[in-house]
């Protein structure tokens, strides 16, 4: 049975730092592309942060603009997501993706998400 599961979030005050983690069951974890995706409500679910290959190249939304950090753990089956100086806009469910396995992407899976609010 595939699980992502998401820890991490909680609420923080604007310019504080969170890391999300992200713990992998199921599948081959080293064998995926992993990513981070937040949504609001009323909004699309967004791309944050991704590991293009599971090789370890990886790609950014604009607006993490050097904040956020990706990073894993294929030891441990584990997809991290290190936030600094965050924002009220940071506010969001952030969401764990699994997309593979290399080369191909037919699989997909996703975790339940955690929360993130950022607020004074």
């Known amino acids: 049975q595939v699980q992502l599961v998401e820890s991490g979030g909680g609420l923080v005050q604007p310019g504080e730092s969170l890391r999300l983690s992200c713990v992998a069951s199921?599948?081959?974890?080293?064998?995926?592309?992993m990513s981070w995706y937040r949504q609001t409500a009323g909004k699309e679910r967004e791309l944050v942060a991704a590991?293009?290959?599971?090789?370890?190249?990886?790609k950014y939304a604009d607006y993490t603009e050097g904040r956020f950090a990706i990073s894993r753990d294929n030891a441990v089956n584990t997809l991290f997501l290190q936030m600094n100086s965050l924002k009220p806009e940071d506010t969001a469910v952030y969401f764990c993706?699994?997309?593979?396995?290399?080369?191909?992407?037919?699989?997909?899976?996703w975790g339940q998400g955690t929360q993130v609010t950022v607020s004074s």
């Open positions: 993706h699994a997309n593979g396995p290399w080369p191909d992407n037919n699989s997909n899976f």
């Open positions: 199921g599948f081959t974890f080293s064998d995926y592309r």
């Open positions: 590991f293009t290959s599971p090789g370890g190249r990886t």
